[in-house]
């Protein structure tokens, strides 16, 4: 079993960046495959970016592509979203995600086992 914790969030205007941190306790990140994942009042969450347990592989919606970028430290058991050209479209809580899944890359949440208890994201115009 793992636990998640995000951080990072906060308030900033449009075409600013942030940078959010997932650190991992109990078993060691490395046995995961991680994801990012969002949620906006009134919308369902949503996908945004992955990573395979390696880091050699990674995908993201095509709403953040080019945006935003998805890293990890096996080593310091993180995961980590840096959100750059920040649209008010990217507000959300955003949640980290881990899966046991074999699978490298994955966009479904059902796929995912652990869940952090997301931080709040918002982008003003």
């Known amino acids: 079993q793992v636990q998640l914790v995000e951080s990072g969030g906060g308030l900033v205007q449009a075409g600013g960046s942030l940078r959010l941190s997932c650190a991992a306790s109990?078993?060691?990140?490395?046995?995961?495959?991680m994801g990012w994942f969002r949620q906006s009042p009134g919308k369902d969450r949503e996908f945004v970016a992955a990573?395979?347990?390696?880091?050699?592989?990674?995908g993201y919606a095509d709403s953040v592509k080019g945006r935003f970028i998805i890293s990890r430290d096996n080593a310091k058991n993180t995961v980590s979203l840096q959100m750059n050209s920040l649209k008010p479209g990217d507000t959300a809580t955003y949640y980290c995600?881990?899966?046991?899944?074999?699978?490298?890359?994955?966009?479904?949440?059902?796929?995912?086992?652990?869940w952090g208890q997301g931080t709040q994201v918002t982008v003003s115009s």
């Open positions: 995600a881990a899966s046991t899944s074999s699978a490298a890359i994955m966009q479904l949440q059902q796929r995912y086992d652990f």
């Open positions: 109990g078993r060691p990140s490395i046995n995961y495959a």
């Open positions: 990573i395979s347990r390696s880091g050699g592989s990674t």
